[in-house]
């Protein structure tokens, strides 16, 4: 094995930022935790309404991913008809103050663009 090759595998098994990236990772599943730490608990047709862009195959995939990896509560309700609410975990809420300092970064460097920060301004709990 190279040394780069042999490198860069040591890096993704011992690498911290790797292996909390491959949990928080991707395109959707932030804006999700943001959601649900703005609304504390949301169904899954407020969550699609209230993330623009996202697809039913993707906001399903990044909740399962977000569930398993015991980020995300998934209630069931055993009534007709059915209904699942999405919450966050306690593990989660530790992400919290890293996701502000990245929301407030985001807002400020959204101003300083002069680009439309609609609901990016406000910061509802």
Do not use: H
């Amino acid at each position: 094995m190279s040394e780069n090759k042999e490198q860069e595998a040591i890096n993704e098994r011992n690498c911290v930022m790797i292996y909390a990236m491959n949990i928080i990772g991707g395109k959707w599943r932030l804006p999700i935790i943001w959601k649900l730490y703005q609304n504390k608990t949301m169904r899954y047709n407020e969550l699609k309404r209230n993330i623009a862009g996202i697809t039913n195959i993707m906001l399903t995939r990044s909740l399962q991913s977000l569930e398993e990896s015991g980020l995300v509560n998934r209630v069931e309700f055993n009534q007709i008809p059915p209904r699942v609410e999405y919450s966050l975990t306690d593990n989660c809420l530790q992400l919290v103050p890293a996701l502000e300092v990245i929301f407030n970064w985001g807002r400020e460097r959204m101003l300083s663009e002069n680009l439309d920060l609609q609901a990016a301004t406000t910061k509802t709990r």
